[in-house]
């Protein structure tokens, strides 16, 4: 920086700035604002991180208290995309890369690939050589792509933590590939705590922690876990719970639906696409409890139900409608244990009905 | 000493609690020559003997039995008590069982070091990498640093080089492999050589890696076996002077070798097929789109099969002369999958280029595409659409011509999605080919779709098995009214992602075609950003 450069309340201004802008859908004026301030002397790393991340960040806020819409939601994303594109191309050519070479991907299935494109700008700003290979990349993709380049480690975004399972194959596939992960991104919960049991080399919170993890990863040399089978790291899948449950997700989906208009009059008069909406609600429940069982933790459970009973209560509808989706799914479920306790502590999660 | 086992073929001592032998039979006086009755243990037995004897009486007891050596083999010795107190040791003699055992060990060790060998050298696929592990292991376990020579690549030749418990550092040299004895043969991978010991006075200073340190005692050149193809050798150093490897490291720099040639010769291989496929693909793959004269194209692609990246799906977007010169956008769909498909795609889209003078005129363009892949002897025939598009002041005129495709579908800005009235026939099937050409208005914020079957016909959902469908599309778009193109395509394929969920489905592809909004650098004729940074 130079000794012009804007202080931190500058930078908070300025991201306030952008994110009126972008709300406004200006692609234009948005490219302008970050674009003079890199000229004023913003660092380009502060401008992507402290600028441009944040506006990010309260898009998916924003969407999520329903404050935004799908067509909004999507235009702030391309709008942000563009500026950071424009940002890449704008100034000095990025310095000669001395550090190694980065894949940077998102999990197959991920949409989100901004977080992870904002750790692949920040690692060619410091000298790194990146691959960037985008949004939901399948792992035979992935691990073509890495047997192809050698790179020094992969950086792998998830922010869904029903793509965790995925995440976990990706994983075990890299190491396997002898290439170290380092994983981040909502998905692996509060503090990382599932990049751990998903076997990554390192987790980071943000792009810059990512960015001085990997330094030290690099630094030195990478032994894959010999042997290592992707069932050592969750010796609990051996009960097939998570298999059963993925595998007859839509009977299951059919079963409750059928169940919930026998005992729930109201549903008769649903439209069509009411009746619609409640299969993909029961449809993601039981995605989340496939996961947790994936990774043997009811609190990625009771957090999601805790959240869509919010959600619900949030639009209007009753919460109570979750409760009878949960019990109708753990009568489906009664020879699977660990399912039926993690449903009863879901229940719990849901606030009583008025 | 009395009894049976005066001649006892094992050596048995009888001794007091103050250490002094009380008597022992013949084998144990054959193996302690100066050991008698009233001879101090400690004097006449060895030391191990002795200081378990002290041990014993100070405890009254001894669980495990002892060893160690005596004379030139070694023994197990078990203590008894006898009535008066006195303590019997009875020795047996163990050499052989001790010999096997640690030969077991020693075994053990190599196989597990093999095996750890073998498994780093399959992780990788990638030469370089591979390069590295085998540099590594050799100096962990053949030598104090080693470099591994990879065949030359015209004049430059690529080295790795890896001191013990040191980073391993790869580097390209201009040198010529005949500096170092032996390691132009050995690269040569056939005929079949020997390691081979050579003077460590000839090397070369770039066969000793930076950091190594003091002089090399001795250097071998050992090559990689890669059977038919050259996998590159080795060049050990030592420190000492000792030549050759014993028997134990000859086996293992034998296997080791073979192992490390069979991986480098396979990621060689791969290497080799890879770059030949990425090089194909290249041509194969669809563009990234931008803003052309004032119209958003964006286009979104995700082929069937999971392990490949090109497939039947393909569009195009052919640049205008001008700002006034229509622009053709063209999407369409080969029947079949994979890799067959995609060389038809590629024909169609060459075709198309050499057409573009024409596409003024759509049926004629279609007519002439049409002939063209009947006479190639193609049995596959295709859908597709063509758009031509330019900006009229603030709105984007449009024409679209259906062959045999799914109409394009128009999402206007209240959110009404309209079916643009186009029909034809499909391409490569007939001798002759009917469309009929629609003209639509895009106002600032209005998005043209088309897209290919893969998208409605992906079949998944929460109950699974079921079709996305056009009604499922057309509510998406309709929730799309004034979104940039990239946006629309992102959401397309996401909602037809998800639905499909992990559910096998066809190629999708979809391109928007976008009337730019006032405020974007588009419609200002502007574009401040360069190329996109490809995925």
Known sequence: ?354 | MTGVWAAAPHPVVVADGAGRVVELNEAAARLFPRAEPGASLAATTPGWLAEAHRAAVASGTVDEPVRGEAGEHGYEARATFSPDGDVIWWLVEDTDRRRAETALVAERKRTALLVEAAGALLTTLNYDRCMEVAVRLAAEHLADAAILVAPATGKRLPVAYAIRGAQVTRRTLRADPAEVPGLSEALQGFPPIPSRWIDPGRLPSWAVPEGFGGPVGAVAVTPLPGHGIPAGALILLRRNDRRGFGDDEEVFARLFAARAGAALSAARVYADRTGITEILMRELLPPRLRHVHGVAYAGGYRASVRSELVGGDFYDVHPGEDEDAESLVVLGDVCGKGLEAAVTTGRIRTTLQALLPLAGDHLRTLSLLNGALLNSGSTRFATLVLASAVRAGDRVRLRLTSAGHPPPLIVRRDGVVEEAATRGTLIGAFPDVQATTAGVELAPGETCVLYTDGITEARGGPLGDIMFGEERLKDALSECAGMPAEGVVERVQMLAAEWAGDHDHDDMAVVAIGAPQAGRPEAAGRRPRGEEVPR
Request: glycine letters at 6%; proline letters at 6%.
């Open chain 1, 1 to 354: 920086m130079t000794a012009s450069a804007p202080d931190r309340s500058d930078i908070e201004v300025l991201s306030a700035r952008l994110w009126d802008v972008v709300r406004g859908g200006d692609e234009y004026a948005a490219v302008e604002i970050v674009l003079s301030a890199v000229d004023a002397g913003l660092d380009a790393e502060s401008a992507l991180l402290d600028v441009i991340a944040p506006v990010q960040g309260k898009v998916g806020v924003e969407w999520a208290a329903n404050r935004l819409s799908v067509a909004e939601e999507h235009t702030a994303s391309a709008i942000n995309d563009h500026v950071i594109a424009a940002l890449a191309h704008h100034g000095s050519a990025p310095r000669r890369s001395h550090q190694g070479r980065i894949t940077v991907a998102c999990v197959d299935g991920e949409w989100h690939a901004l977080p992870a494109r904002l750790l692949a700008e920040t690692l060619r700003l410091r000298g790194w050589q990146v691959d960037f290979l985008g949004a939901q990349v399948p792992v035979p993709h992935l691990i073509d792509h890495l047997h192809r380049t050698g790179p020094d480690a992969l950086a792998l975004s998830s922010s869904i933590p029903t793509r965790l399972p995925a995440a976990h194959h990706a994983i075990s596939a890299s190491q396997a590939a002898g290439v170290p992960v380092i994983v981040g991104g909502a998905a692996f919960g509060p503090g990382g705590r599932y990049a751990d049991r998903l076997g990554a080399d390192a987790w980071a919170p943000d792009a810059r922690a990512a960015a001085d993890r990997l330094a030290e990863i690099v630094a030195r040399p990478y032994v894959p876990p010999a042997a290592h089978e992707p069932l050592d790291d969750l010796p609990h899948l051996a009960d097939q719970e998570y298999t059963l449950v993925t595998r007859n997700a839509h009977r299951l989906v059919a079963a409750v639906l059928a169940a919930i208009e026998e005992r729930f009059p109201a549903m008769a008069g649903y439209s069509e696409r009411q009746r619609r909406h409640t299969a993909e609600d029961i449809a993601h429940i039981t995605e989340f409890l496939a996961t947790a069982l994936y990774l043997d933790d009811s609190g990625l459970f009771t957090r999601f139900i805790a959240w869509t009973a919010d959600i619900l209560t949030a639009r209007g509808v009753p919460a109570h409608s979750l409760a009878l989706g949960l019990d109708l799914l753990a009568e489906q479920l009664t020879d699977f244990p660990r399912a039926v306790a993690m449903l009863r502590d879901g229940r719990a999660a849901v606030p009583l009905a008025r």
